[in-house]
């Protein structure tokens, strides 16, 4: 699919927006070859013009605004990006009769805008915004809607200046699933690399401790993923824990999260080590209880290891637990889903967090070309997650899109009241400071006093981590940089 854009400079949005209802790759041109399918989209002055050409049918719509059309929260760019995209949605819905659950919105954070929006202009003609400028549908704007309520309190918590989290990075896993693309190891070829990588991360951790208490941070959170942080060996584990204990105060944390995702990568010992290492919080995944899709996608546990990890964790004391799910998994039925999610209820994790499966390019789902559920799938099980956790308690706290989703859906986390996750908003929504250390690890500045963000990249690989060590520890003085300015 071609797209040309003329006399405007909206091609990020252009393309997402192409790409909601054509997936396959799309070529910015300037021009194309007679009977190519293509979408033109033009601007002059205040007159916009959309052409669509799809099978040898074209279609065209032209819109003219003036000065004084444009409401006064608005800025010209994005008050004619907009209309572009609304203009291009109409053609596009007619023409392959798919009509995107979240309109013309293609950003990650769909419950920030919205939290902006009603600020702006008050709840009631923020939900008609969404409805009628951004065509999203009442049901996902009724849960931007009440994410964005969820969150406002959790991120007037972490805005002190001083405000900080802490992430560590330990990407290994037991096997590679087949839709990851995350920067990850699987333990039959790392094993040998994870007592190294530790002792280079116990270092890094340890000149982060250093910086942090230098600037007078204070630490509100913590959270270990990857990868699957329970891949350690119980010594490389406890080595890790013991580092963030003595380099970092805790005394003032109000959340500490480890994924102990795999099943089968924890024994009672390891929940032990983050029990005593003042863990309050973890995560054990199963993605669904259908023994048939986990083989599919190549995770070599069992549902039973997932019950058996459920009862270890609470006699171990753990009272705050999360379960990932993910709608839209391949060979997955509506009714094996339905039968996950009554499976994960009757566990009552005080967390639940769906996420509909992503196509990502170097997953290995995408480079075999192996059969996948459609989009509709994914929304059936979407809209039945929505009815079923709202009948029993469960509030939607936390919400983020991704590129390439079935049905242009959501990942949303789910909580019972009083026991949201802290850092997973605090990171999404980019309200302080996230110091992070391992490979694959993005340490996030934010300026108190204003939406500055800057980023601090670690190498992605172990091995390179490893090997150029100075330089990520050199990087670090960019921390202390930012928050002397």
Known sequence: MYLINLNHKFNYETENLLRLFFPEKIVQSEEVSEGEDYILTE???????????????????????????IPSFDTEESF????????????????????????ILTGVRPAKLMGKLVQQMGEEKAKEYFRGELKVTKEKTDLALCVSKKEAPIIDGASGEKSFSLYVSVPFCPTRCSYCSFISHSNDKAKKLMPQYVEYMIKEIEETGRIARELGLKLESVYYGGGTPTALTEELLKKVTDAVSESFDLTGVKEYTIEAGRPDSVTK????????????????NPQ?????VLKEIGRNHTSEQTLEAMKQAREEGFSFINMDLIAGLPTDTLESYKNT???????????????????????????????TNSGGVASDMV?????????????????????????NLENVGWAKEGYEGLYNVYMMEECHTILSVGAG?????????????????????????????????????????????
């Open 80 to 103: 004619f990006e907009r209309k572009i995209a609304l203009l291009m949605f109409d053609l596009l819905c007619k023409a392959t009769s798919y009509t995107p659950p979240w309109g």
């Open 288 to 292: 669904t209880f259908n023994d048939d």
């Open 341 to 371: 999610l009554q499976t994960v209820l009757s566990l009552e994790p005080e967390n639940i967090t769906v996420h509909t499966l992503a196509l990502k390019r170097s997953a290995t789902l995408v480079t075999d070309k192996r059969e």
């Open 383 to 407: 809209s039945y997650t929505y009815e079923t956790l709202t009948a029993n308690g469960y509030i939607p706290y936390y919400m983020y899109r991704q590129s390439k989703s079935l049905g």
């Open 441 to 485: 690890a993005v340490t996030k500045l934010k300026n108190p006093r204003g939406n500055e963000i800057e980023r601090i990249f670690n190498y992605k690989y172990p091995y390179e981590y490893i090997n150029d060590f100075d330089e990520i520890i050199n990087r670090k003085k960019q921390i202390a940089q930012f928050y002397m300015r």
């Open 269 to 284: 010992e390891k929940f032990r080590i983050m029990k005593n290492c003042g863990c309050n919080r973890i995560s054990i």
């Open 43 to 69: 601007l002059a002055g205040g007159k916009i013009r959309v052409k669509l050409c799809l099978d040898g049918k074209i279609k065209e719509k032209t819109k003219e605004y003036a000065p004084g059309d």
